[in-house]
């Protein structure tokens, strides 16, 4: 109960600052532009963008409805392949497994391309803690790791700053001109990089799909990072969720292309990579060793009902972030979560602790924009109301919720009994019990002084008849 | 006994699978003969080199070896680092033919100013070009020299991403894929400042396709 007053009172706490924050509001309104524009180009490839969802969406149903079946034909291809599958209920297990293959490979430097697993099982953390140093390749992370902050965005990490706030950090921890545009900034950065990828012994990476049927591992960029870090290392480890198999490598004659056009309005990624194991015998270079771990971390709660189920055909585009109003105001880091936007409010709460973060679903107007742009269709705002509905009837919510709303929908089903004792002693009812929880920024509307019951008996049975 | 973190999984995937769900309502497989794209220009590699250089790729034709000969010796002109890399026999010969001095030595690759390679597929409809390591140092070259050329035949192109995978099929059974099959659109690029687009982050900052016709010969 504590913790739970902990994470939603930071939550109100930082959304009233973020919320007024101009500035914070311009840099994403800008940003967000400018993803919008090339979104809407990128339409033209599509003769009919509703039937890509559609056929998205069966995908991926399909694959989640099999998941069992799908991870076990993909962990038997990925081993025929050469490479090693280690299970992981939670992110302990994935941790450790990570710890094993890095210290038989007795390095101190991994380098790692953009993963929102790795985040979730704060990856980073763990490894600094073992003495082992982790590079993230990927511009927006590494300037975010340059920061000392989380990822702000599931695609765009770093979408909160400016050109100028980059190159002012840049300045401030590399010595690089303050003014330094984009483009010197960009080579900068890959100048520092191009050595680390070869003097690191583990790379990491995650997976945007594994495939059932070859036991393939896909991961989609632009930089060529996640390339560079699978190339001189030693060792490749894949950190992937379990709901990331697909049936099929032809998914992704699909999948693919609209990864892209929802991610970033491009009609492919630069770099889509299939990996099928390590560096084969008549091959000239690669990893000797390649890991994939599968991780579960809670997944399997949502694959329970099948209502949440749903929230595991996500392919992670960042979409349904950037078209939520709600997102765009309070910006990615008030969530307090490793997925923020619409899609964290669905899952968040069931991958970590119910109580301590269904507040994050009724922070939504329920606007409905997420769902109109998913493009595997999850209908995400009816799940925002599912988790407002289990918030309300589960055995988190206060006890003053409770008996609050019971008092307040008896009396509204028993309207005659407010009725009798007229508007005052209603509004004071409603002050003196719901006021409370209904915030401070919002005014409780009045009861009007004659209630909608006594209206419409006085329209159908007008006193002259 | 405890069970292994691969039992306990497999045990909760298959309990939390006993209650089937529907499938999405809006599934119009009667429409799935046309499929969701637009359709495809007739001429592919016309349609490919509108890709590419939509990309900011740049885009070679040759109709025979000569002329091959001529817009490579020109396109090394504008480098500023020439020494080239390449490991694949039948390119290391086309290379040869146009009169273009190559490297080898694999323990120097830092100083390759351009990676020369072939490739697996050309993919029309996105412009890419699908590479593998099945080709000689197939991960490196194809990433990390600061410029990529790729020379490709026009045979190799095909329509879409899928006729890619249909050739990768066919080429190498089951099984006995590439450890790694990369699909390249454009240069590497980044847009995670300001969503300004940069090319080269990673990887290469120029990626070249010269086609060379498939009936070009040694004579032609
Ligand atoms: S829920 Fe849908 S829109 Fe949001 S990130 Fe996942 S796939 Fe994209």
Not at chain 1, 92 to 121: C, F, G, Q
Not at chain 2, 93 to 111: A, C, I, Q, W
Not at chain 2, 116 to 139: D, F, H, K, N, P
Not at chain 2, 198 to 212: D, I, N
Request: hydrophobic content about 40%; glycine content about 6%; some cysteine.
């Amino acid at each position: 109960m504590s913790a739970n007053l902990q994470v939603s009172d930071r939550f109100d706490q930082v959304t009233s600052s973020k919320g007024f924050d101009l500035e914070h509001r311009r840099k994403i309104n800008f940003n967000m532009g400018r993803y919008h524009a090339a979104v809407q180009a990128g339409q033209k490839d599509y003769r009919d963008p509703e039937l890509a969802r559609d056929q998205a969406a069966y995908l991926k149903w399909q694959a989640v409805e099999s998941l069992e079946k799908h991870l076990l034909r993909f962990e038997s291809a990925c081993r025929t392949n050469g490479a090693k599958v280690v299970w992981a209920a939670d992110a302990n297990d994935a941790l450790e497994a990570v710890l094993e293959v890095v210290r038989r490979h007795k390095t101190r430097l991994v380098v790692k391309s953009k993963s929102m697993a790795t985040e979730e099982i704060h990856l980073n953390d763990f490894l600094e803690k073992n003495g082992v140093e982790v590079v993230e390749t990927d511009l927006g992370e590494y300037i975010q790791q340059l920061d000392g902050e989380p990822p702000y965005h599931i695609v765009t990490p770093a979408m909160h700053k400016s050109k100028e706030d980059v190159a002012a950090l840049f300045h401030r921890k590399l010595g690089t001109d303050p003014n330094a545009s984009p483009e010197a900034l960009t080579n900068h950065a890959r100048a520092l990089l191009r050595d680390r990828y070869v003097e690191a012994g583990v790379g990491i990476t995650g997976a945007n799909f594994l495939l059932a049927d070859t036991g393939g591992v896909c991961v989609t960029e632009n930089e060529g990072n996640a390339r560079m870090s699978t190339t001189f290392t030693k060792a490749h480890v894949v950190i992937a969720g379990i709901e990331k198999v697909l049936g099929s490598m032809d998914d992704l004659d699909l999948l693919w292309p609209l990864l892209a056009a929802k991610g970033t309005g491009q009609q492919m990624t630069a770099y889509n990579t299939i990996f099928h194991g390590p560096r084969r015998e008549n091959e000239s270079d690669g990893p000797q060793e390649m890991v994939v771990i599968l991780l579960d971390n809670g997944r399997t709660r949502l694959l329970e009902d099948p209502q949440t189920r749903q929230a595991l055909h996500c392919i992670r585009c960042g979409a349904c972030l950037n078209a939520c109003p709600v997102y765009k105001n309070i910006g990615g880091h008030s969530y307090g979560a490793t997925y923020s936007g619409p899609i964290g409010k669905v899952i968040t709460p069931h991958l970590q602790d119910f109580d301590q973060y269904q507040h994050l679903s009724q922070a939504s107007s329920l606007c409905g924009s997420c769902t109109e742009v998913c493009p595997v269709r999850i209908p995400l705002h009816q799940m925002i109301l599912q988790n407002r509905h289990q918030a309300a009837m589960g055995p988190g919510a206060s006890k003053a919720q409770h008996w609050v709303w019971k008092a307040w929908s008896r009396a509204m089903l028993h309207r005659p009994l407010l009725d009798i004792v007229g508007p005052r002693t209603k509004s004071w009812f409603m002050g003196r019990f719901v006021g409370s929880l209904w915030g401070s920024r919002r005014t409780l509307p009045a009861p009007a002084p004659r209630s909608f019951r006594s209206l419409w008996r006085q329209r159908t049975n007008p006193p002259n008849r | 006994m405890a069970l292994s973190s691969r039992e306990t999984v497999i045990q909760r995937l298959r309990k939390a699978l006993i209650h089937p769900s529907d499938p999405p309502l809006r599934v119009r497989p009667e429409q799935a003969a046309e499929g969701p794209f637009e359709p495809l220009e007739e001429d592919l590699a016309l349609a490919f080199a509108k890709r590419l250089l939509q990309l900011k790729g740049q885009f070679v034709y040759a109709e025979t070896q000569a002329e091959l000969a001529t817009y490579l010796t020109k396109a090394l002109e504008g480098v500023d680092n020439r020494h080239l890399f390449c490991l694949e026999p039948e390119i290391q010969d086309l290379l040869r033919k146009s009169g273009l001095p190559y490297r080898v030595d694999t323990e120097r690759m830092e100083e390759a100013g351009v990676g020369v390679t072939g490739c697996e597929a050309l993919i029309a409809w996105s412009g890419s070009v699908m590479v593998s390591s099945a080709q000689a140092y197939g991960r490196t070259l194809t990433v990390y020299p600061p410029i990529h050329w790729v020379v490709a035949r026009s045979s190799q192109l095909v329509p879409r991403l899928k006729d890619a995978f249909g050739l990768l099929r066919q080429r190498y059974s089951d099984q006995n894929y590439p450890s790694m099959v990369s699909t390249i659109t454009g240069p590497s690029r980044t847009a995670d400042i300001e969503k300004t687009l940069v090319l080269g982050a990673h990887g290469p900052r120029e990626l070249w396709v010269f086609l060379l016709e498939d009936e070009a010969n040694d004579n032609s």
